[in-house]
T-cell receptor
Framework: EAQVTQNPRYLITVTGKKLTVTCSQN?????MSWYRQDPGLGLRQIYY???????DKGDVPEGYKVSRKEKRNFPLILESPSPNQTSLYFC???????????????FGPGTRLTVL | GIQVEQSPPDLILQEGANSTLRCNFS?????LQWFHQNPWGQLINLFY???GTKQNGRLSATTVATERYSLLYISSSQTTDSGVYFC?????????????FGKGTHLIIQP
């Protein structure tokens, strides 16, 4: 079954304690990205990756890091989480044609993070 | 960047009613998707529809790309249709920026 998986689904942590949210897709997609969803602000892109070892900042990258060492995995790293990073996080992937954005993005189930 | 506006922001209907949700966008797009976020937070892809009309059961969507809007129709609403509906677009000149989301329409279907 084609899917995007995220772990953990729920996490409560404390300020400053490093954490990683994993994201994995089994569709051999080149393009992956992370979004956060906040009330009244909708979903905003944090980082994206066009392929292995190619990552770039989205709209709200401050406080986050990513890596893309393998095509299927795109972990989101919070080196020193703060309460304003409390949010619902989504990972997404799509097949990224070089000539046009003609594919849908597939979303993971979401990770609800609370930073105390 | 591209702007996405959805209306109405909130909608309360009785079961069985029909509804129309609207998405306006400020630039030409080569990707437009409608999502349903259920009460558990899960995002479900409803339609990929940068232009034209599609139907899937009680749901249908139409995008008029030249006029920069898309409509999502829900017929014979059921309580399971409740949740937030998001429109998301990707600008034609947007490089690899991914999807820009509207703020959503919060739909409540009452029994």
């Amino acid at each position: 079954e084609a899917q995007v998986t995220q772990n953990p689904r729920y996490l409560i942590t404390v300020t400053g304690k490093k954490l990683t949210v994993t994201c994995s897709q089994n569709m051999n997609h080149e393009y992956m990205s992370w979004y956060r969803q906040d009330p009244g602000l909708g979903l905003r892109q944090i980082y994206y990756s066009m392929n292995v070892e190619v990552t770039d900042k989205g709209d709200v990258p401050e406080g986050y890091k990513v890596s893309r060492k393998e095509k299927r995995n795109f972990p989101l790293i919070l080196e020193s989480p703060s309460p304003n990073q409390t949010s619902l996080y989504f990972c997404a992937s799509s097949l990224y044609p070089t000539t046009a954005h003609t594919d849908t993005q597939y979303f993971g189930p979401g990770t609800r993070l609370t930073v105390l | 960047g591209i702007q996405v506006e959805q209306s109405p922001p909130d909608l309360i209907l009785q079961e069985g009613a029909n509804s129309t949700l609207r998405c306006n966008f400020s630039d030409s797009v080569n990707n437009l998707q409608w999502f349903h976020q259920n009460p558990w937070g899960q995002l479900i892809n409803l339609f990929y529809i940068p232009s034209g009309t599609k139907q899937n059961g009680r749901l249908s969507a139409t995008t008029v790309a030249t006029e920069r809007y898309s409509l999502l129709y829900i017929s014979s609403s059921q309580t399971t249709d409740s949740g937030v509906y998001f429109c998301a677009v990707e600008s034609m000149g947007g490089g690899a920026d991914g999807l820009t989301f509207g703020k959503g329409t919060h739909l409540i279907i009452q029994p």
